[in-house]
């Protein structure tokens, strides 16, 4: 022990440690004169004292301290450790590769096996009375499993024969039906147990024969199992929702593996126990894996179109009706983008099956340590969160479903209500299923060894976290103020009165409150995105000073469009145009208000055109629908008729007017008679107007005109027609004289 301790890390001292006082000068007279007898017997001495021992014992672990402290600490880089990682990995495989071809190296033994077992006597007439033993065992278990299937042929005969429609009634009666596919077994196994008692073979004789009967009974009870589940001859007692032909053809393929994995095992051992030599056994039952795993990849191939059909209908639920989620995914109730995986998945699903059952094998036959396990583990609990992850979601779309349904009643009153009270759920339903299939994804991961819940708690992961809920915050108050400033301008620009009326609000307040929630509409779009920025890492700060650098140019630059905004908005605040009036803002361009932006009106006219001009083109204004509108008439009447006469008839016609049902709600005021207005050439000139409501004043005007015609027809009043007179004169040059009337030469013509 003393000559393994370096000459530098002796005690500080210098004396052995532990070594009691008297013992000292010896001490260091054996170390230095180097003798090993001196050395060994001084050492036992210390031992030999427990105080020198304790003290000894002391001093060792302050020395063990002392180097630790004083060691350099190595840290190796991260590709030593990468190296060293797939160098351990390889030489792993590599062993396993060696020791998986060791298996076969046994095989020449296995071949002096065989020549031994047709050659020697003995053992030959041990197969022969294996043989006898198992034609007498699985025999008489044959015999008596027919007997019981025979007495029990009519009361299975009538569960089968009974239908029913429910899935559930159908549970017991499939239930019964397997008890009594059951008990025929159980006559099997009875009747082998009884035969090899009553034989008494040897012992190795009867082990192998209680293989046989324990695997035929194991193969008949898979059977039995999946006819009960199946159902290939009772259609009535089929549990899911598939045809005969799958039915029988499922079942074909379990009797194949069950077979092929049963037999082929069970068959292994008892070669094993035959004498067979230990790495022939294992030969043969990774010949067997392969042959079963050759098959799974075979039914794989076979179905591989009707799977994948299967996979781009609805996984999990069953079903391909396109239509159906066509109509689900446009109305916003199911992801376009996971039907778009779904099929990416239903092109390659039997490549990545196949490939998982080529790693199972593999790691089986390699003898992976807890490697098959692993992949066990793993596969089922990927299955298990991927269902419970389905559960969740559609217990989710049915509680969303419940919870946020329309009475048909309501519906029927009010068409679109539920439109308008459910806008938003769809998002919501995306944003919860995203939410359950990122746990559910991060669940996967844990479960095939990466530890991904520990990423969260990593502080990039705590940033990504905290970012994302601030966002989801941001958002959701800015999807409740737009919800809350737009149904306030809705309810206030179609809010009734107590009496149920609606209240006709002024044609400024129906302009405005929509370019607010323009306004609104632009102010949280804004601040949404600088917080999104914000949050995931870009600094705003330049972007601020840059926009406003950018806005300052642009001003300068687009002196007309600031010009058309700053126009727009005193036109505006002044109430000067509002939406719904008739304007004329010069340069050819007058109609009706049909929108205003915040930089163009836009007008359509008499022909249904429509006008978008800018409000740095608008000059002036004639707003022809200002609170109120009249509508003048200039009424020419001929010389010969009385005036006071025809004064009193308009004034008959406007009352008249005024008291229909049509036009009298629109009228304010009575007509308004201004008198002899002006004398033309054939006519004097009545003026008159009717003040009406906005916009009104033309409809009124016409109907007034309409009547007035047909009551001046009724009262013999005539309305002036321009008159022309055309003389015929002869050629002045020819010394003819002018015609006389007397001759014609006068004739007088009427025009419209």
């Keep these: 022990m003393l000559s393994t301790l370096p000459a530098s890390a002796q005690m500080p001292s210098g004396v052995l440690p532990g070594a009691s006082a008297p013992a000292k000068p010896a001490t260091q007279s054996t170390a230095e004169s180097g003798d090993p007898g001196d050395r060994i017997a001084s050492l036992l001495a210390t031992l030999e004292d427990p105080a020198a021992r304790e003290r000894l014992t002391a001093q060792l ?133 009884g035969m090899l008692s009553v034989t008494d073979p040897p012992l190795v004789i009867r082990l192998v024969a209680l293989i046989v009967i324990n695997a035929t009974i194991l193969i008949q009870l898979v059977l039995a199992v999946t006819r009960g589940i199946l159902a290939p001859v009772a259609r009535n007692l089929r549990m899911l929702p598939i045809g005969d032909e799958s039915a029988h053809y499922g079942y074909i393929w379990v009797r194949r593996l069950a077979y092929t994995c049963v037999y082929g095992f069970f068959i292994s051992e008892a070669a094993y126990m035959l004498g067979l030599p230990g790495g022939a056994h294992e030969a043969l039952l990774k010949v067997v894996g392969l042959i079963a795993t050759g098959m799974l990849v075979i039914l794989i191939l076979q179905n591989r179109k009707d799977v994948a059909e299967w996979l781009r209908g609805r996984p999990l639920t069953g079903g391909s009706n396109g239509h159906v989620e066509a109509e689900e995914i446009a109305a916003g109730t199911r992801s376009g983008t996971l039907r778009a995986a779904r099929r990416r998945l239903a092109d390659v ?23 098959f396990e692993f992949m066990l583990r793993a596969t089922g609990l990927s299955l298990l969160i991927l269902i419970a992850a389905r559960i969740v979601v559609n217990l989710i779309d049915a509680l969303i479903r419940r919870g946020f349904s329309i009475s048909p009643d309501i519906k029927r009153e009010f068409p679109h209500l539920e439109e308008r009270a459910n806008r938003y759920l769809p998002i919501l339903q995306r944003v919860l299923k995203a939410i359950i299939w990122f746990f559910a994804l991060l669940a996967l991961l844990a479960a095939w060894g990466v530890d991904s819940f520990a990423w969260l708690e990593s502080p990039l992961g705590q940033r990504i976290s905290s970012s994302a809920i601030s966002i989801s915050v941001v958002l959701l108050l800015a999807v409740i103020t737009w919800e809350v400033v737009t149904n306030l301008i809705e309810h206030y620009l179609s809010g009734n009165d107590r009496y149920g009326t609606r209240i006709e609000r002024s044609a400024r307040v129906r302009t405005l409150l929509p370019l607010l929630r323009n306004a609104v509409m632009v102010l949280l779009i804004t601040v949404v995105s600088l917080v999104t920025l914000s949050e995931i890492g870009v600094n705003i700060a330049p972007l601020l000073a840059g926009a406003g650098v950018i806005g300052l140019a642009i001003g300068f630059g687009s002196q007309t469009l600031v010009k058309d905004v700053i126009t727009g908005l005193f036109i505006l605040f002044e109430d000067t145009i509002s939406v719904g009036d008739v304007v004329d803002v010069g340069g050819g361009h007058s109609g009706l208000v049909e929108a205003i932006t915040i930089r163009t009106i836009k007008l359509r006219d008499q022909a249904g055109g429509v006008h978008s001009i800018p409000f740095s083109q608008v000059n002036s204004v004639l707003n022809m629908t200002k609170d109120f509108s ?30 229909t049902p049509q036009f009298g709600r629109v009228i304010l005021e009575p007509i308004e008679i201004m008198g002899v207005d002006a004398f033309r050439d054939n006519a004097f000139i009545v003026k008159a107007r009717i003040k009406t409501r906005p916009i009104q004043q033309w409809n009124v005007g016409r109907e007034f005109n309409r009547r007035m015609k047909l009551r001046f027809d009724e009262m013999g009043i005539s309305i002036p027609l321009p008159h022309r007179i055309v003389e015929f004169r002869p050629d002045a040059s020819a010394g003819q004289p002018m015609a006389t009337p007397e001759a014609g030469a006068l004739q007088l013509s009427r025009t419209r």
Excluded: C
């Design 349 to 371: 699903w039997h490549i990545l099956t196949i490939l998982y059952l080529v790693v199972i094998y593999g790691i089986w036959a390699l003898s992976i340590p807890d490697g």
């Design 630 to 659: 009249y509508y003048v008439f200039d009424i020419a009447i001929s010389y010969g008729e009385d005036p006071d006469r025809v004064i009193g008839a308009i004034k008959d016609l406007g009352a008249e007017l005024q008291a």
């Design 61 to 193: 672990r302050t020395l063990l301290d002392t180097q630790e402290q004083t060691e350099p600490e190595t840290v190796e880089p991260p590709s030593s450790r990468v190296l060293e990682f797939m160098s351990e990995r390889v030489g792993r495989l590599t062993r396993q590769m060696v020791a998986f071809g060791s298996v076969f190296a046994d095989l020449p033994d296995t071949v002096d096996w065989l020549e031994g077992q047709a050659t020697d006597q003995t053992r030959r007439d041990r197969w022969l009375q294996l043989m006898s033993q198992l034609l007498l065992a699985v025999g008489a278990g044959f015999a008596a499993s027919a007997m019981a299937s025979r007495l029990l042929r009519r009361a299975r005969l009538s569960i089968e024969s009974r239908r029913n429609e429910r899935i559930l009634a159908r549970i017991p009666l499939a239930i019964l039906r397997t008890v009594l596919e059951v008990v025929p077994i159980a006559a099997f196994g009875i009747a082998g147990y």
